[in-house]
């Protein structure tokens, strides 16, 4: 491979307390400016990182009838 081809990576490390409440705004913010698909591939992502492939959970539907 030569020169050319090669990428470089930057890395990027920010530090923060937590309730830093300016980081907090900045993060929302992000969020809020992604699409709908986004954020949701997004949440599927992280709840597979910390369950595991779990199966879906069954919805349930109760029709009640008023009187």
Request: hydrophobic share 35%; charged share 40%; glycine share 2%.
């Amino acid at each position: 491979m030569n020169k050319s081809n090669k990428r470089k990576l930057q890395r990027i490390v920010t530090k923060s307390f937590i309730g830093d409440s300016e980081l907090e705004k900045k993060d929302l913010q992000y969020w809020l400016s992604r699409p709908p698909q986004e954020r949701f591939e997004a949440v599927e992502f992280l709840k597979r990182h910390a369950y595991g492939d779990l199966p879906r959970l069954s919805r349930v539907v109760r029709i009640i009838e008023r009187k």
